[in-house]
């Protein structure tokens, strides 16, 4: 629960104290939460019932899975992996493995639900408990992007606990299924559904090593580590504008030099701790903001495998970007029951970034997305607590003319007087930028 939206609590009921208590006192807790695994309890006060109160570290930028790349995805079942194998070798084990009790601190997943975990009992059978549900929110999904074309927020946003196996096993093409790990987390699974075979038969026969007859957990966590591995490594893809920043056939080389060096010499003078980049594409302004000490940068894009190559990147190169995966015109709202499971992103934005860089965008969600101009103006000064750089694309700019088409007529009113009349009640110019005879960058401030 969040009290007063300042702290993060999570009340234990009085008949889980004991079992929590254990976890907090573990060398297991000690070196998941060391190691920035496993969200930490950073105060525990006892309840007046006998429960138990802790209080959570905040993440800076709550994203839930409908809102992540392929590879985010498989980077949080590779941490979900890593927690249940450490755990299973030191006496514990996860009974849940939901992606959303994952969250991203940048770009490093976090596994926060702590009552997860639980002392393994003597009468716990080999395999894993959570084995099913962690099918269906990671080896599923993964799988339905890599082979039919789907994405993390279709799936997650109509399917709460993730796939089922028989949703997706009859489209999955033939020569995709010459492996064990198929077999053995899609196929049979999809056969026994269909036929309806009792939940409690289902597990041990396919959750056993033929080498470890014992225990066949440890084979079971590889064999889907490996799987998990596979389906990210096919999850790179080329999309209309996942090549983008290498192939700007609209952009002269000359006006490509001055935007960057105009963004680079306003990051670089070291005020803006925080960013959102709307319309990130590939990434090459907030690896510019990155470079020059922004210690919290958002990169928010409705190009899934554009937005995954930068996730890639951040990973690699340890920028401290997050990825969203979400159009600004079309935010992602709150979803669950009485819309009160996850947060709307205009909420979670508010007020949050120090610089907010619109670039080579605001054209296409006026002309593409019909978003009235004074209208987004209001939305930017919700995010924005400083500063707004915002490119001006003129009506006869080649691109403004062809995401137009037959409806130019309609933006005869465009031009730079309009444009900054707009921004006026709420954002002052502060500075013009001319980056070619076309377009020109403006430095607003929020008033």
Known sequence: MEDNGQRILRHVHASARAQTERLLDSDLYRQLTQEGLLVGAVSVEVTPEGGLLLEHPRIALPSYPFEWTPGMLADAATLTLDIQRRAWAQGWTLKDAAANNVLFDGTRPVFCDLLSLRNRQADDAPGWQAYGQFVRHFILPLLAVTELGRTPRDIFLAHRDGLRAAEISPFIPWYSQMNLAMWLHVRLPARLERRRISKALRPTATHTSPSNASDGTPWLLNNLQGFVARLNGRSHQLSAWSAYTGNRDHYADAELEAKRTA??????????????????????????????????????????????????????????????????????????????????????????????????????????ERLPLPQLFIVLSNYCSDTLLIEFVPRDDPRFIEIAGPNIALYDHWDLNYFLASAQPWFELQQEIVISTQRRLLRLRRR
């Open 263 to 368: 963004v680079a010499s306003i990051v670089s003078e070291g005020r803006y701790a925080s960013v959102l980049d709307v319309g990130a594409n590939s990434g090459e302004f907030s690896q510019l903001a990155a470079q020059h000490g922004a210690r919290q940068i958002v990169a928010l894009d409705d190009d899934l495998n554009a937005l995954n190559a930068l996730y890639r990147h951040s990973r690699t190169s340890g920028h401290p970007i997050q990825c969203l995966h979400a159009n600004m015109a079309r935010p992602t709202p709150a979803t669950g029951w009485q819309l009160a499971e996850t947060l709307p992103l205009p909420e979670r934005f508010a007020q949050r970034f120090d610089l907010v860089l619109m670039l080579a965008v605001v054209h296409h969600l006026v002309v593409t």
